[in-house]
Nanobody, 124 residues
Framework: QVQLAESGGGSVQAGGSRRLSCAAS????????MGWFRQAPGKEREFVAD????????YYADSAKGRFTISRDNVKNTVYLQMNSLKPEDTAVYYC?????????????????WGQGTQVTVSS
């Protein structure tokens, strides 16, 4: 059974940074693409970033480009999201997700397994 456990959420002031982690177990981590999504109150879940199995192919939502960095460690079975220059509009529950295959492009239906989410709150 696949388990994804996010950590690193919390409260931060605008302009600050936060690093999210997602530890995976139960499936060969290194074979699958991983993604980060977020969901703000009253809004649909939206794509943030994706990284292929090898780490060579990375996609970002426009809102994340230049501020967020996704990375992975296939030895530690962990994917990270480094978030810098945070804005109040980044406030959301952040979810990591494991794709069905080795590559994915951020479409919601490309992901098979989801974590429980971690709250990030950015105050102005």
């Amino acid at each position: 059974q696949v388990q994804l456990a996010e950590s690193g959420g919390g409260s931060v002031q605008a302009g600050g940074s936060r690093r999210l982690s997602c530890a995976a177990s139960g499936r060969t981590f290194r074979s699958y693409a991983m993604g980060w999504f977020r969901q703000a109150p009253g809004k649909e879940r939206e794509f943030v970033a994706d990284i292929s199995w090898s780490g060579r192919d990375i996609y970002y939502a426009d809102s994340a480009k230049g501020r967020f960095t996704i990375s992975r460690d296939n030895v530690k079975n962990t994917v990270y999201l480094q978030m810098n220059s945070l804005k109040p509009e980044d406030t959301a529950v952040y979810y990591c997700a494991q794709a069905r295959g080795s590559w994915s492009s951020g479409r919601y239906d490309e992901y098979l397994h989801w974590g429980q989410g971690t709250q990030v709150t950015v105050s102005s």
